[in-house]
């Protein structure tokens, strides 16, 4: 999975580049672009500032909740659910959801569409 380049965003900002230039030359979205605006302001970053920043630097100011998130929910058996693949041609990702959904737990379950992209993964 590619991740934004905040770096190059920042810079395009610096330039006074429109979100519309920059969304096209960086491939971000425009809450990527806006995000980054956010932290140039309130930190007051300059061209030289910018410069100076490494790439810890920048990973700090945006960090990727998603492995925070990933934590609320509880992990799927999908190795218990490769096994039952294996051995009934009639079993599907559904009935693996399914019985997924129906073990008790005090954390959070995925939705069906969430279960099948991380067991494609």
Known sequence: MLSTDYRKIMSLL???????????MAGCSQKSVAAAKKQLVGRSITVDGLARLTDADIAE???????????????????????????NQHYT??????????????????????YCALFSE
């Open 14 to 24: 610096l330039e006074r580049r429109s979100y519309r230039e920059i969304e096209a």
């Open 61 to 87: 100011m945006f960090p990727d909740g998603r492995s925070r998130v990933r934590s609320e929910y509880a992990e799927p058996d999908f190795e218990r659910v490769v096994v039952s693949l294996k051995k």
């Open 93 to 114: 990702l559904l009935q693996g959801w399914r019985t997924y959904m129906g073990i008790p737990s005090e954390l959070r379950k995925y939705g069906y569409s969430q």
